[in-house]
């Protein structure tokens, strides 16, 4: 389950009409998207030809996916989406469900146009834009994505899902703190009902915090999101990202065996993997990262899948970059997200292809992003291809964002540095 999936759900949310409050006599112990199927399915009961009924369960089916990662929900979804078009063939609501699940699915480029058609048809549907905003941003149209973003709020002021989508290209565009601000607004405005809603916000907060090294605050509110969802498998990943940066790598690995137990995915897996390998675990580390490739490998040729994490595998733990470039050009052909991109330079440096490996990466950067790990391999990819210059500013840059990320980088600028005073360097 990739950050897609989770930002989709805000839109959803926000649809009103869509979705039927539960009565108050509802089980208190269900999450909101448990209550929400369950009343969608006693809608359903009542009249089996409600076709509105069936997109809310859809609705609801994928709500659940992103609380608990399962994508089996998803298949729910769509089965539940085609009653409702048997019912009622082509009905609008459906057919933009319908681009949500493709999203789900990250099937990026054929969801953005089927969003691109509705959109021609309800040029005014905030949630369309949502959808072109998600599409673009994955595939890498970043002036698509924003102006799509920015329709979202023109059309409606301080909505949420406009709020959180803004966030995410605020920080890809490396304005933490204007991402900071968006995120506190949005979740200003969660209904206290949307648990999960809150939940989820606040663990994005708490990526920011992390992604420039503050740490203390990262961890309140990854613990404050675990408080309002508990064993959320979102929170439990920022908190292992917590103790790693505290060097508490037993722990990390403990909370990255729950998320794994929670949400068996091979991307949660390979996270795991290299918390065991910190903690010093040779065993479990072996076995983790054996599973890892295996699994990842089976949905390698999927749309959704753990390619980056299968390529870095390759590339730094594996020791085999010619595997590492296969799997990099191939999602490449796919997506020119930053970090497929930072993904693809890397698998080039390390089949020595350092020319192409940074003009890739300085296309990856110039979006404007402020990330340890893609401005160190920026500085090794530079410092490989001859520019000690570019080198030790983008390692300069990784190592003052004080992340987990950053420790390579100051390991490379002390190498640099040595190599420049003995006479080595330029």
């Known amino acids: 389950m990739k950050r897609i999936a989770a930002l989709l759900l805000l839109v959803i949310g926000a649809a009103a009409g869509l979705a039927q409050t539960p009565s108050a006599s509802t ?22 030809n409600d076709f509105e009924a069936y997109n809310s369960l859809a609705l609801a089916c994928s709500r659940r996916a992103r609380e608990t990662s399962n994508v089996a929900f998803y298949t729910q979804g769509n089965e539940a989406l085609q009653k409702s078009f048997v019912i009622s063939p082509a009905n609008f609501d459906g057919q933009r469900i319908r ?32 959808f072109l905003t998600d599409a673009n941003v994955e595939l890498g149209n970043y002036k698509e994505a924003e102006t ?21 290209l605020r920080e890809l565009f490396g304005d933490i703190d ?47 999101a675990l408080a309002m969802f508990p064993g959320y498998h979102y929170a439990l990943g920022n908190l292992a990202k917590v103790r790693i940066q505290q060097k508490r790598y037993d722990e990390a690995a ?48 999927r749309a959704d899948n753990s390619n980056h994490e299968l390529i870095f595998y390759y590339a730094d733990y594996a020791n085999q970059p010619a595997k590492a470039l296969e799997v990099a050009q191939r999602e490449y052909a796919r997506r020119h997200d930053v970090f497929t991109v930072d993904c693809y ?20 950067l110039a979006v404007g992003i402020r990330d340890a790990q893609l401005f160190r391999h920026a500085g090794e990819i530079a410092l490989a291809a001859g520019d000690h210059a570019s080198a030790e500013r983008y390692l300069r840059q990784s190592a003052e ?15 640099l540095s040595k190599s420049t005073v003995g006479g080595v360097g330029p």
């Open 148 to 168: 799509a973003a920015q329709w979202m709020l023109d059309l409606k002021p301080g909505n949420m899902p406009g709020l959180t989508r803004g966030a995410y």
């Open 401 to 415: 964002l004080n992340t987990s990320g950053s420790e390579e980088a100051r390991i490379a600028l002390a190498r």
């Open 99 to 130: 681009v949500w699940l493709l999203l789900g699915k990250h099937e990026f480029a054929a969801a953005l146009e089927a969003a691109k058609e509705l959109n021609w048809k309800l040029p005014d549907d905030v949630m369309l834009y949502g």
């Open 254 to 301: 403990e909370l990255l065996k729950q998320r794994y137990q929670a949400a068996p995915h091979a991307e949660n897996l390979f996270d795991l993997a290299r918390a065991l390998q910190r903690a010093g675990h040779k065993d479990e580390t072996q076995k983790a990262f054996a599973e890892f490739e295996q699994k990842s490998q089976l949905e390698t040729n």
């Open 345 to 364: 330079a890397w698998a080039l440096h390390l089949n020595n292809r350092n020319q192409e490996a940074l003009t890739q990466i300085t296309a990856a």
């Open 178 to 224: 204007g991402s900071m601000d968006l995120m506190n607004m949005a979740y200003q405005s969660t209904p206290p009902s949307e648990v999960e809603d809150a939940a989820w916000i606040v663990t994005q907060m708490a990526h920011l915090d992390l992604s420039i090294g503050k740490i203390e605050e990262a961890e309140k509110l990854s613990q404050q």
């Open 27 to 48: 089980d208190q112990k269900l999450s909101p998207a448990e209550r929400s199927m369950a009343q969608a399915k006693k809608l359903i009961e009542k009249n089996p």
